[in-house]
T-cell receptor, first 115, second 108 residues
Framework: EPEVTQTPSHQVTQMGQEVILRCVPI?????FYWYRQILGQKVEFLVS????????KSEIFDDQFSVERPDGSNFTLKIRSTKLEDSAMYFC?????????????FGSGTQLSVL | RKEVEQDPGPFNVPEGATVAFNCTYS??????FFWYRQDCRKEPKLLMSVYSSGNEDGRFTAQLNRASQYISLLIRDSKLSDSATYLCVVNVVPALIFGKGTTLSVSS
């Protein structure tokens, strides 16, 4: 089965630093997403991205967050000035289309630790 | 955004047991429904979609009641490998809304 790949698997950073989390979606997929999961909490939607623009974002996705598809294969999540509460597992996902029963493929996640 | 509620468990059952999980959702705009499985510190993986007519995949049976906004998952003949957290998920396109999950531990 095709895979979404995420790098790095673990990222440790100091509070206030910028981090970029990277994802390579499945090659023929057109819709891309970021989700996060704080330890012991539920998986939360951050943002969806289609046709080089954000299609929807949650209230979590504030001005500190941005997404980009810089080169047609990578999909990145940037956190401009990290806070302690940004510590979480960040999952990238992709799908061929956005439809009610379309399957999302999740990457294995990047564990972000902000110290 | 409206919530998805699940009993967190844990459910501790012996091998071979039948176990049922329930879930309620509050957003009537929810368009499709799923059960995902998540192993510790791993990504969620789709277990099955859930339809109003009910659907079965081997030992797993899922049911949706739209009027009550209620979703269920039944696992028959539990295996050790079924130990995981089961996530109830509703699709309010384009976002998936996850429940916090119900933890299942199957012991020999």
């Amino acid at each position: 089965e095709p895979e979404v790949t995420q790098t790095p698997s673990h990222q440790v950073t100091q509070m206030g630093q910028e981090v970029i989390l990277r994802c390579v979606p499945i090659s023929n997929h057109l819709y891309f997403y970021w989700y996060r999961q704080i330890l012991g909490q539920k998986v939360e939607f951050l943002v969806s991205f289609y046709n080089n623009e954000i299609s929807e974002k949650s209230e979590i996705f504030d001005d500190q967050f941005s997404v980009e598809r810089p080169d047609g294969s990578n999909f990145t999540l940037k956190i401009r000035s990290t806070k302690l509460e940004d510590s979480a597992m960040y999952f990238c996902a992709s799908s061929r289309k956005v439809a009610t029963n379309e399957k999302l493929f999740f990457g294995s996640g990047t564990q972000l630790s902000v110290l | 955004r409206k919530e998805v509620e699940q009993d967190p468990g844990p459910f501790n059952v012996p091998e071979g047991a039948t176990v049922a999980f329930n879930c309620t959702y509050s957003n009537s705009a929810s368009q499709s429904f799923f059960w995902y499985r998540q192993d510790c510190r791993k990504e969620p993986k789709l277990l099955m979609s859930v339809y109003s007519s009910g659907n079965e995949d081997g030992r797993f049976t899922a049911q949706l009641n739209r009027a009550s906004q209620y979703i269920s998952l039944l696992i028959r003949d539990s295996k050790l490998s079924d130990s995981a957290t089961y996530l109830c998920v509703v699709n309010v396109v384009p976002a998936l809304i996850f429940g916090k999950g119900t933890t299942l531990s199957v012991s020999s």
